[in-house]
């Protein structure tokens, strides 16, 4: 046995501040490669502390505190109520290796200055000369707005820091031209500025074991009260074969991931970690707030197609995969189709797998969201029909809910503000099987659950429960005293 003395450090700028005038939740990170004979001291722990997933690693007493240990690469978060989670990324030493064609480009590290440009131009360069890797070292490098490339690959190496700049004309406002303004107000995008920006780039991607750190603690300590800067951490737009994998995505001001009128997107092993504020966080700027949100989504899928989101973890202070159909971008619309989420980790202070609540287009469809620990929600899964989508063939399968406040709502709802509304959704073929909400209620009072058509022509039809259990009881949706099912609701019990 190989025994680390490390310690966990808080990470992302979550560290108590009382300008922000309210209490900061720090979250900890441990990052190494995996070894068969690898254990980590985590003498501070609770005894309750529970780690997720609960295979393949353990914790176990040590005198008076644990001991971590793994049987094989992965990611696992160490959780308690009552103390910041602890995430152990333990790497696969051979994953991701450099190529040896791959271009080093030489960045000052804790300089002030931004470095943006110089990764811009040796980006642009490679892509004219018929693409490949650039290599980012050890560091902390200060950035503004990164233009990628197509057919070029960002490789951040152990230990290197791309941190977004504290200058704001360092990232670059959307032109006017690109935003759809003829639409209403709750639909029109908030984020105008990014910190990557993938636009009609093919053949591209991201990889590696380094950080991307959107610094948005700090750009919500500057300019609130007050505006936001609005900025996503990442965005693609008109992309295709684009891979993001094993970077850790932090601290994002906005939504971590936009990925709008895009195909064929990979994301595998991104680790999203984001703040999740204290209920009511922005008292100070509406007095009567209950806000337990912050706008940082995790990955947005966005009239999208064939979009894999595979053994991500997710810390987000709003929805972890919130699945959309909109027209922001210059009124463009497309069908969402085949959105595949598969394994990785959830919390969040919202909804952790999420069909809408932007549905303008024709059809959602082929969406499948399985085999997720979901470690605490405020709810597990939403099907919000807001805008007229039709949504079929939505699949919910083999998750672990350990908490949540209620599991699921499925629903054909209006949008607010739109008191003429005429163009209303449906929902069709919907799959929940082999789900166990463990542990439900945990904000006290709501938790109720829907499943509600709103009439005839806008209904739910073939809602089907397999292998489903709620607080250890087999759940039957006609019989639960929280469900609210109405007539224009058509479930099946396997």
Known sequence: MISLPIKLRDETLFSPDPVYRYP???????????????????????????????????????????????????DWMLFHPDQPPVFVFLDDPTAWPVSADAVRIPLKSDSPDNQAPILNEAMAKLSREGGGTLVVGPGVFRIGTLFMQSGVNLHLEAGAVLLASDNAEDFPVEPEENVNRNLPRSLIPGATRRLVLFQSV?????????????????????????????????????????????????????????AILSERLRFDRVKLISEIPPKGWDRFQKADSQSVWNNADGINPDSSQDVEILNCVFHTGDDCVPIKNTSTW????????????????????????????????????????????????????????????????????????????RPFDFWIISREGQENQTRFSRLEEIEVANVDFAVTGIEGANGECHLQGRGPAHNITGVRFHGVSWEGHPFDPSLHPLMKINEFAEVILN
């Open 330 to 405: 210059r009124g463009e619309l497309r069908d969402v189709r085949r959105i595949h989420v598969r394994g990785g980790l959830m919390r969040c202070s919202t909804t952790a797998c999420k069909i809408g609540t932007e549905t303008l287009g024709g059809f959602m469809e082929d969406i499948v969201f399985e085999d997720i620990d979901i470690v605490q929600a405020s709810r597990a899964f939403a099907a919000d029909m807001k805008d007229g989508a039709t949504g079929r063939r939505l699949a919910f399968r083999n998750i672990r809910v350990h908490r949540c406040n």
């Open 24 to 74: 900061r939740n720090p979250v900890r990170i441990l990052r190494t490669d995996w070894r068969a004979d690898l254990e980590f001291p985590l003498g501070e722990f609770h005894p309750e502390t529970r780690v997720f997933p609960e295979r393949d690693a353990e914790i176990v007493p040590d005198g008076d505190g644990f001991r971590f240990r793994a049987s094989r690469p992965g």
């Open 202 to 258: 093919e053949n591209a991607g991201i990889v590696g074991r380094g950080v991307i750190s959107a610094n948005g603690s700090a750009w919500r300590h500057r300019l609130m009260p007050g505006r936001r800067l609005m900025m996503n951490l990442m965005r693609l737009v008109n992309c295709k074969n684009i891979r993001i994998e094993g970077v850790e995505l932090r601290d994002s001001e906005f939504w971590t991931v936009h």
